[in-house]
């Protein structure tokens, strides 16, 4: 059995708690290999290296940071294919959204190489008679950040590239579940040239997290995850003076309003709906159309569609649509649920509760269901299912339709599918969500906008990426000096003069 280590100090450092978790494969089932879990002594040893190395990397100038980003993303591109293959037999998503996942995280390393330009400060020459004003950026010293297992090359990318680019150290605890790649990244970063102690990974679960929520040392916890983990984190990170921003789950809406493109409204919602499984925060997971009559053309639109997604490995080749969830705990919660929504009254359309894939019985693959006529009562409604399950709740009127979606207690993401530009301007303007997609069903902002949720998705004041980032993984200062000019007598400066 593989046993997995942390990456401590430029080195592979096996797990000294005794703890361990599975990583599965999920395509068959079996454990791959052994996670360890970190302790205090772990992470406190971690910050302390940290600690050491990070007022010489926050002393490096700017462009050389930079280039220590621009050498990292050649050995992305470089290690593709093997990154994205790590990342598909830990997580299980096809190896063309294993890619997808490394070059979202590589577009936000691309942004960070700006970092001489985004970190340059302001100046106000002669603010008074021989006063200048200036204000600069600096970094806070040891950052860290927790994240989830549905992105795990992109999210910690999100979080360490703006962190090191600022010149802070970082210590990221990612996912127990898939944390191979994390520690290639790691790897490649001290290739690329970060001097050692700067990017640390301290693998764990709750223990670890706490501890690194009580560190005195870090300054700035970055979370991303499930709701009821960020809020936690967000508070006693919050309590213990530092800085926190945590992203949570998600619920997102599309409405289709009558006079949509059917066809491309169908085709978006199968590939928001289903891609990756469902497991991804901005997931489409409630089809809102707008009457009946667009919803039964909707969901006649669907089903075909459904039924001919190829659901199956990552290593079965590129035409399969998707893979397996992450474990038998999340497939089991994923048909707990579906279970739920046809004892409470939802109309299960596509049924993918009795699925097979001939030789992976033992995978932890869901197939696909819709359901139609959901109410928002039901548990399916207001839960986050994180698998291919896509719920209709029909609308009488457009008015009821964006009341949903803005009475919903989540709000990373939503979109409405129209030919009307009225329609789409006022429901842009409503909406009390983060990422609004205009028919666009998946509208994740690029590397120099910032993502983020409102209400229950997102705890904090500025969010992943773009300026945003730069100005979490920094502190202004701000300097007033004066330095009266002496007048010359004679070639020399007259100090008295200056009294
Ligand atoms: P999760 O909340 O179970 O785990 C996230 C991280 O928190 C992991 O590193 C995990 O080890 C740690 N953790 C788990 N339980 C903990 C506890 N009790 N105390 C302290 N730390 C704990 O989330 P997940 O299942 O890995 O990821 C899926 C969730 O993440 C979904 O809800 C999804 O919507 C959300 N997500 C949100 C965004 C976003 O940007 N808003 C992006 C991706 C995923």
């Not at 705890?459 to 010359?488: C, E, M």
């Amino acid at each position: 059995m593989k046993e997995l280590t942390h990456y401590i100090d430029g080195a592979h450092v096996n797990g000294t708690s005794g703890r361990f978790s599975d990583v599965f494969n999920p395509a068959t089932g079996e454990v791959q290999a052994k996670c360890p879990l970190g302790n205090n002594e772990e992470l406190n040893k971690a910050v302390e290296i940290a600690a050491a190395a990070q007022p010489a990397w926050a002393a490096t100038n700017p462009q050389r940071r930079a280039r220590v980003m621009m050498k990292f993303v050649q050995l992305l591109n470089r290690d593709m294919d093997k990154l994205a293959e790590a990342l598909s037999s830990e997580h299980g998503k096809t190896f063309p959204d294993a890619k997808g996942d490394v070059q979202r995280g590589l577009e936000v390393v691309e942004y960070c190489i700006g970092a001489p330009e985004l970190l340059k400060g302001e100046f106000t020459d002669s603010a008074g008679p021989g006063i200048d004003m200036y204000s600069m950026k600096q970094p806070l010293g040891v950052t860290a950040g927790i994240t989830p297992f549905n992105f795990p090359a992109m999210i910690p990318m999100w979080m360490f590239a703006p962190a090191l680019a600022c010149g802070n150290a970082f210590i990221l605890k990612p996912s127990e579940r898939d944390p191979s790649v994390p520690l290639m990244l790691a790897e490649l970063m001290e290739e690329a040239g970060l001097p050692k102690g700067l990017l640390q990974v301290v693998n764990g679960d709750k223990e670890a997290v706490d501890a690194i929520l009580d560190h005195p040392v870090i300054q700035s916890v970055g979370f991303v995850g499930s709701t009821p983990i960020a809020e936690y984190i967000y508070s006693r990170g919050c309590a213990n003076g530092k800085r926190v921003q945590c992203f949570g789950g998600a619920k997102n809406h599309m409405i289709i309003m009558p006079d949509a493109d059917m066809d491309q409204a169908a085709d978006a919602l199968i590939g928001a709906g289903y891609g990756a499984a469902g497991e991804r925060c901005m997931a489409i997971s409630v089809a809102v159309p707008v009457g009946d009559e667009t919803a039964d053309r909707l969901i006649e639109k669907l089903v075909p569609r459904i039924e001919k997604l190829k659901v199956g490995p990552y290593t079965a080749g590129d035409d399969v649509d998707y893979g397996p969830v992450v474990t038998g705990a999340a497939k089991e919660k994923i048909l707990g649920l579906v279970q739920s929504g046809v004892d409470q009254g939802a109309e299960l359309v596509v049924d993918g509760r009795d699925f097979q894939l001939q030789g992976y019985e033992d995978g932890f693959f869901v197939g696909p269901h819709l359901f139609d006529k959901v109410t928002p009562d039901m548990d399916i409604y207001k839960q986050e299912i994180f698998g291919p399950v896509l719920s209709t709740v029909r609308a009488g009127s457009y008015e009821e339709a964006i009341n949903l979606a803005i009475d919903h207690e989540m709000g990373n993401g939503t979109a409405i599918f129209t030919r009307d530009g009225d329609a789409a301007r006022d429901f842009a303007n409503r909406i009390n969500i983060g990422m609004v997609g205009v028919n666009v069903p998946i509208p994740v902002p690029l590397a120099y906008h910032t993502f983020g949720g409102w209400k229950k998705s997102m705890f904090g004041d500025l969010n992943q990426h773009g300026p945003d980032a730069f100005k979490f993984y920094t502190r202004t200062k701000t300097v007033t000096s004066r330095w009266p000019s002496g007048i010359k007598e004679g070639g020399e400066f007259n100090f008295k003069a200056m009294d």
